[in-house]
C-alpha cells in the first residue's frame, strides 16, 4: 500500500516524533511505499539543519535524512509554517536577505498542496499530532 | 470501519470528543499516553467502545504497564498498529 505520513509536533516537545519514526520504519519493514512525510505547524522544526542534540541522546532530525536517504521517502515541508519560525533553505533564505540557512535536502520546503495530493495519491494518510 | 487513535489519557476531554466521532464498528487504538486507559480501574470511560478497543505494546513497555491491561484490551505492536491501518480504511487521529 501507498503510505503518507503528516507530523505536527516538534522534535524533544512531545512523543510524538518517536511515534511517526518507529511507525514509518515498521511501514517500511513490511514493503509498504512511503509516498511523503509531510511536516506541518511545529513540525516543520524536524527539519533544522542546525539541530544539535547531545550525542546521548536520538538525533531525530538526522533519523529522518537518514530514512530518506535509504528509502527515499520525500521529506515535505510546509513553507508558510517553516518561514515564520525561521526555517528557511538557501534559496529563501537569499530570497528575504538571511544570513545562511536553516534547511537543507533532503528536507524541500513545499507547499500545503503538496499535503492535499498526497491524501488525495495515498491509500493512508497517518497523521501523528501533539 | 475506521480507525481511532488517541495519545491522551482517560483524563482528557479528547477522550470524549473521540467516543463521540466513533462509529458503530470502529476501533480505537490507544497509544502514548493513551495506554494509561487500558488499565482495569479505567474500563467505565471506554465501556461505548468495549471489544474494540487496543493499546501499543511499545507504549505500554516504555510507562511500566505491560501485563497489567484489562483482558479486554487487546494489545498490539507497532507491526500490529500498522496492520489495524491496513484493516481500517482511513484512520483518525486524537490528540
Known amino acids: ?130 | 470501519m475506521l480507525l481511532h487513535t488517541l495519545n491522551r489519557s482517560p483524563l482528557s476531554p479528547v477522550l470524549d470528543q473521540a467516543l463521540a466521532g466513533m462509529g458503530p464498528e470502529d476501533r480505537l487504538l490507544l497509544i502514548e499516553d493513551g495506554v494509561l486507559g487500558a488499565l482495569p480501574a479505567q474500563q467505565a470511560r471506554y465501556a461505548s467502545v468495549a471489544g474494540r478497543v487496543y493499546a501499543l505494546h511499545e507504549d505500554l513497555a516504555s510507562r511500566g504497564l505491560l501485563g497489567l491491561c484489562d483482558p479486554t484490551v487487546r494489545v498490539v505492536d507497532i507491526e500490529g498498529f500498522v496492520a489495524l491501518t491496513e484493516e481500517c480504511e482511513r484512520t483518525v487521529s486524537w490528540y
Open chain 1, 1 to 130: 500500500m501507498r503510505y503518507a505520513i503528516l507530523l505536527l509536533d516538534a522534535p524533544y516537545t512531545s512523543q510524538a516524533v518517536h511515534s511517526a519514526l518507529r511507525f514509518t520504519r515498521a511501514l517500511l519493514a513490511k514493503g509498504h511505499v512511503v509516498d511523503g512525510v509531510f511536516f506541518y505547524h511545529d513540525g516543520v522544526h524536524n527539519a533544522a539543519r542546525l539541530a544539535a542534540p547531545p550525542q546521548d541522546e536520538p538525533h531525530l532530525v538526522d533519523a529522518w535524512a537518514e530514512l530518506a536517504r535509504e528509502h527515499a521517502v520525500p521529506l515535505q515541508v510546509c513553507i508558510a509554517a517553516a518561514l515564520r519560525r525561521g526555517l528557511l533553505d538557501e534559496q529563501e533564505a537569499a530570497r528575504h536577505g538571511k544570513q545562511g540557512c536553516s534547511v537543507e535536502p533532503p528536507f524541500e520546503l513545499t507547499g500545503l498542496g503538496q499535503l492535499v495530493d498526497l491524501g488525495l495519491r495515498c491509500d493512508r494518510l497517518i497523521t501523528f499530532g501533539p
